[in-house]
């Protein structure tokens, strides 16, 4: 609005300028002064015609003829060359005003006039200086009345905009929130502490992880208790014994030789045992903090399988046992042949441990592309479905009691299950109850 205005006041003074020149220029005082009077009623503002000294020479109002008139807009013209200028002046305070720069309070009191300038030029030089005076009291108003609206704008959408962002805010830091909370939880040992999913994206996945992380320390949480449970409840087991007939031997001195050896040897079979639940669990802590590395060799796992099950016929024999071994493929590979000798040897002794006198072991050995499978079955009691999927856990047994009559630690199994997974195969198992157990090991054949 304001531009429009100015573009006006220019062309108009222009266009005047440039018709009264020669008159100004000729000193044709009367036709010039007729001339700005007729255009004074067709602008409806205020002309005055000043010389190169910024005097007042001709003026419409005829209130400042012969006086000087010294405004930016005629210095701009008459002392720095320019050919035309604007300005606005605030007449209650007598001082220059540039619009690009007018965010201020509203002056009720004050007049605004606008200050429009046009050289006169007489060849190279300025003769003069034409200047149009129009009041913008209205366009001012104006104005100032848009700027108010646009402060009142400007607050308003300043205040909504905040709403908006505290509004958002608290919808983005809420689940963060409740997550930092859950965190210090888990720190003071709340390891059950969950945070609620919802929405999608980031926070949502970021919520779906810390519960997964959460249920795996909880897990690993009441696995490490169970394990320092069971592993003190298995050495607290033969310690009780030796006690027990230690001090048998202690308080009765006149204890025949026969009992007191009876006793002593009794004493160095728990001893044996005791050394057996170390030697696994050390074998087990060794595995967890992957300080375990395998020795890796060329041989051949049906040799290795032969020289176990020789090694085992006489158990076999005491118990009235058939060993049946069924070794299709050499399944020479390149692997840890005496972690693979453990696997294979904890396998069968289990076979024949839980199977009756009288029962039938069955090993047999096939390659299966990349892979040497080897399976280990018998026809003995077999395993509760219930109790399967926990048979690879540490100290878990599935009969306790006949489990410690056979010398078993419950670490035999794990055991098997981290080597295999040492060597990149899998053990699986499957049973029915009152018709056997097959253990199956897959193993890829790597070669050296």
Known sequence: MFDDRKRQERVSTDQLAAEIEPLFLANQTEQLHQRLQAAAGELGSHLMVLDQNGKVQTDTLSQRNGTRLEIPEVVGILSMGKTEDYGVHMIAEGTYRNLLLFWQPYNEDAQWISYCTAALVDGDSIAGVLVLCSPIQDTM????????????????????????????????????????????????????????????????????????????????????????????????????????????????????????????????????????????????????????RLNRTNFSLSQLITDTARRLSLVAEKNHQELKMSLNDRCDMYADQAKLTQVVYNLMENAMKYTQEGGQIRVRLVRSGRDAVLTISDNGPGIPKEDQAHIFERFYRVDKARSRETGGTGLGLSIVHQMVLMHGGSVSVESEEGEGTTFTVVLPIHQG
């Open 141 to 292: 108003q104006r104005l100032f009345a848009l700027q108010n609206r646009m402060v009142l704008y400007f607050l308003i959408a300043a205040a909504f905009a905040f709403l908006v962002a505290m509004f958002f805010s608290r919808v983005i830091t809420r689940p963060i929130a409740s997550l930092t909370r859950s965190i210090q939880r888990m720190g003071h040992g709340d390891l059950s502490v969950r945070v609620p999913v919802k929405g999608s994206g980031e926070l949502r996945k970021l919520s779906e992880t810390f519960n997964t992380m959460s249920e795996k320390l909880e897990m690993l949480d009441k696995s490490r208790n169970q394990f320092v449970s069971n592993a003190s409840h298995e050495l607290k087991t033969p310690l009780a014994t030796m006690k027990i007939l230690l001090e048998n031997i202690i308080y009765q001195p006149e204890m025949d030789t026969e009992m007191r050896t009876e006793f002593l040897t009794d004493v160095n079979k728990e001893i044996d045992r005791l050394n057996l639940i170390i030697g696994d669990l050390l074998t087990l802590v060794s595995m967890d903090s992957n300080t375990m």
